[in-house]
């Protein structure tokens, strides 16, 4: 079963907004990565959030942790076409060696 | 840094018929991992490598799927006797150190189709 689940499932917003998904998982996590994936193409490392850290930047990008509620966000800011993709979420689970996915969230930027 | 490198990106098969892909990691990068993924999903875990070991794989991966990683470096996933079942995207990651805790770096996949 997937450990984690996105949300919404798919995000439609104007250039310029910013768009919000979320993330929530399941069991205790060393760390949770976020990924973006164009259509047929691989991932992209966004970026990588540890168990003990609350908040990353990078960019435009702004992640948070709560490890509490086993929920992660991911904060686009002013949105550009180019940030259209699928955004996924993927938890390192303690004692594991991988990760796991959710299903995603289909971000469309309309210019 | 090249990044990881998969081959070939798009494979058309007939069904029964066998197909390898090849992974190339990021030099230095101690970790390899194989996933599946199909449209409008997220990438499923098949296997992992730590050097040349195999250290896990998934129910995913049935008898008909064998990965190696001879010598620690490129790896390869072939798939005997494909299925149409076995249609969607193939991807590698490799990362480095000596726990999972670091940053996994994805190749472009390689999309397999059984027709």
């Known amino acids: 079963s997937q450990q984690g689940e996105e949300d919404p499932q798919a995000l439609s917003i104007q250039e310029g907004e910013n768009a919000t998904m979320n993330c929530s998982y399941k069991t205790s996590i060393n760390n949770l990565q976020w990924y973006r994936q164009n259509s047929g193409r691989g991932l992209v490392h966004l970026i990588l959030?540890?168990?003990?850290?609350r908040e990353k930047h990078s960019g435009r990008l702004r992640v948070t942790l709560d490890t509490s509620k086993k929920s992660s966000s991911l904060l686009i800011t002013a949105s550009r076409a180019a940030d259209t993709a699928s955004y996924f979420c993927?938890?390192?689970?303690?004692?594991?060696?991988?990760?796991?996915f959710g299903q995603g969230t289909r971000l469309t930027i309309n210019p | 840094d090249t990044g990881v490198s998969q081959d070939p990106r798009h494979k058309i098969t007939k069904r029964g018929q066998n197909v390898t892909f090849r992974c190339d990691p990021i030099?230095?990068?101690?970790?390899l991992y194989w996933y599946r993924q199909t449209l409008g999903q997220g990438p499923e875990f098949l296997t992992y490598?730590?050097?040349?070991?195999?250290?896990?794989k998934s129910r995913l991966l049935s008898d008909r799927f064998s990965a190696e990683r001879p010598k620690g470096s490129f790896s390869t996933l072939e798939i005997q006797r494909t299925e149409q079942g076995d249609s969607a995207m193939y991807l590698c990651a490799s990362s480095f150190g000596p726990s999972s805790g670091n940053t996994i770096y994805f190749g472009e996949g390689s999309w397999l189709t059984v027709v």
């Open positions: 993927a938890t390192n689970i303690q004692g594991a060696q991988k990760l796991v």
């Open positions: 959030i540890r168990s003990n850290e």
């Open positions: 490598f730590q050097n040349e070991a195999q250290l896990e």
């Open positions: 030099s230095e990068h101690n970790r």
